[in-house]
């Protein structure tokens, strides 16, 4: 099998501590910049004798405020503070699965209907409206503040569904949570790009990936109890609490991140300094207008999607995996407590299987992606490209399939309760897995425009997430669990296991061919 590493076009990902979503004109203007260095505080350039600005840049490429020159230690508690803001949201999204009976009989909605299972899935279509907003306003204000403020407005939406009345104000306050949950899920993978460079990133992104689906299991784990010792309000204000020490800790703890808005205040800084007006940054550009970022932030991902194949097939097949994902995590406590007899508390356990294999399925990921692309790397006279990331891909994708037909017929035959979560471990392996290396290809794939492309696959993964719950009831009573689970797991094979084959043949000529990454 060959790499067809020549034709591979997109510049190398953020390799100099640029975010993912900069402007390529001004990443490759900055980068040279950043080889020059001075002894002074600030770097100024006079890029051009008739231009009238002074540009100013890092001190040189060892610049230790450049976030990819931070020490070890302040980088990874940027990544875990930043992954547990990631964790917390999905833990959000289905922890009151276990409660979805309690709920329906206070606020008089009917038992297994699909307004039962919106009000645990409409947070997750909030997941595909948030990152169109809040990734432009990072690109204005910065990752940290966008960050800060996302958070507050879930803890305060989340706090108030624990007061809700009628299934509409659930429904209402349930959505804007979401859209607050989603700021994380939407920038945190550019706040790892921003302080990681390609050869570190996979061990920092599989942490960060790990946590949207080891939260949407651990949420049921724990609200499995509470449905069980205490009323349903609590599965929402337990959630608020731990957010609030959360927050706490950001505040004392995440620092600004986005190279763009760090060289903002430094040409601030020298302006006031020196007192010389033309010094400035190169990002500090008169047409990057509210308007113009916020319009081109929500248009560039629906034209990635409508435009790129890679992302357009990964999109599809992310969808599927979110949509299993919250398919089961709304199904699985109905399993245990109607087919096996079990309380609440005890068949929340069970979620063990799915947060336990997509742990193992991410971490195992990460480390033989960078083994792997690191031998490829070397064997391609170290020059590295995106495809280097597909080979583990093409084994992960097996495992869906597989353990999605030991889970649907174990069920179905009421085998020994082992048996069904040792197909939901095998399953989430592949979940986790895949994730990984999804999210890490298409990183390096493209480059400064990966934010949109990102946004774009986790706007469509989201509305897979919201509807496949919808229809879960309905499904398994139509085709019971063998041949409910045996269509999804065909859906799996057919989608997911030739994907990675293809583009890494052909990945490298699509995207030289790319038309969204083009687009302004």
């Not at 940027?78 to 409660?99: G, H």
């Not at 927050?247 to 703890?253: N, R, Y």
């Not at 399939?401 to 048996?419: D, E, M, T």
Request: with cysteine; aromatic share 12%.
């Amino acid at each position: 099998m060959s790499l067809p590493a020549s034709s591979h076009k997109s510049p190398s990902p953020v390799s100099n501590g640029f975010p993912a979503d900069l402007d390529i004109e001004k990443a490759a203007h900055i980068n040279s910049l950043n080889t020059s260095h001075t002894s002074s505080s600030t770097t100024i350039h006079h890029p051009d004798a008739s231009e009238t600005q002074l540009i100013v840049s890092w001190d040189g490429p060892e610049d230790h405020k450049n976030p990819r020159n931070w020490p070890n230690r302040r980088r990874w508690t940027v990544t875990i503070v930043v992954s547990f803001f990631t964790f917390m949201s999905p833990v959000a999204s289905s922890i009151s699965s276990p409660s979805l009976s309690a709920i329906s009989a206070d606020l008089n909605i009917s038992s297994g209907s699909v307004l039962e299972n919106m009000t645990l899935s409409i947070f997750v279509l909030a997941y595909a409206i948030g990152p169109l907003f809040w990734g432009p306003l990072s690109e204005l204000y910065g990752r940290l503040l966008v960050l800060q403020i996302s958070n507050i407005w879930f803890l305060v939406f989340n706090t108030i569904c624990g007061f809700a009345k009628t299934p509409t104000q659930l429904l209402v306050f349930r959505f804007l949570a979401g859209f607050g949950g989603a700021a994380p899920q939407s920038i945190g993978g550019a706040i790892i790009g921003d302080m990681w460079s390609p050869d570190e990133r996979a061990i920092a992104m599989s942490l960060y990936s790990i946590a949207p689906l080891v939260g949407p299991s651990t949420g049921p784990l724990v609200g499995g109890w509470i449905a069980e010792k205490s009323n349903w309000h609590w599965v929402f204000w337990s959630v608020s609490i731990a957010d609030a020490i959360l927050q706490i800790a950001a505040f004392l703890f995440l620092r600004e991140t986005y190279a763009p808005e760090l060289l903002r205040r430094k040409a601030r800084s020298a302006r006031k300094l020196t007192g010389n007006p033309k010094l400035c940054s190169a990002f500090e550009d008169t047409n990057r207008s509210w308007a113009t970022v916020m319009g081109r932030g929500m248009v560039k991902p629906i034209i990635f999607l409508a435009t790129e194949p890679v992302v357009q097939v990964f999109a599809l097949y992310m969808a599927v995996l979110y949509g299993v994902l919250y398919l089961t995590l709304t199904t699985f406590v109905k399993v245990f407590t109607l087919q096996y007899g079990e309380g609440p508390g005890i068949a929340g356990i069970h979620y063990l299987a799915i947060a336990l294999g997509s742990t193992v399925g991410g971490q195992v990921a990460a480390r033989v992606l960078t083994r792997v692309y690191l031998h490829l790397k070397a064997k391609n006279k170290d020059i590295g490209v995106p495809e280097m990331r597909l080979p583990p891909l093409m084994v992960s994708t097996m495992t869906l399939p597989i353990g999605l037909l030991i889970y649907g017929w174990s069920v179905q035959a009421h085998a020994f309760w082992l048996v069904p979560d040792l197909g939901v471990f095998i399953y989430s392996i592949g979940i986790g897995a895949n994730w990984t290396c999804i999210q890490t290809y298409l990183v390096d794939s493209y480059a400064i425009h990966a934010a949109s492309a990102i946004a774009g696959v986790s706007s469509f993964r989201a509305f897979a997430g919201f509807g496949f719950p919808l229809f879960a009831d309905e499904m398994y009573t139509q085709l019971g669990d063998g041949w409910g689970n045996s269509i999804l797991a065909l859906i799996c094979l057919v989608i997911g296991c030739p994907a990675p084959f293809v583009f890494y043949r052909y990945g490298a000529r699509l995207r030289a061919r790319s038309r969204g990454s083009s687009v302004e």
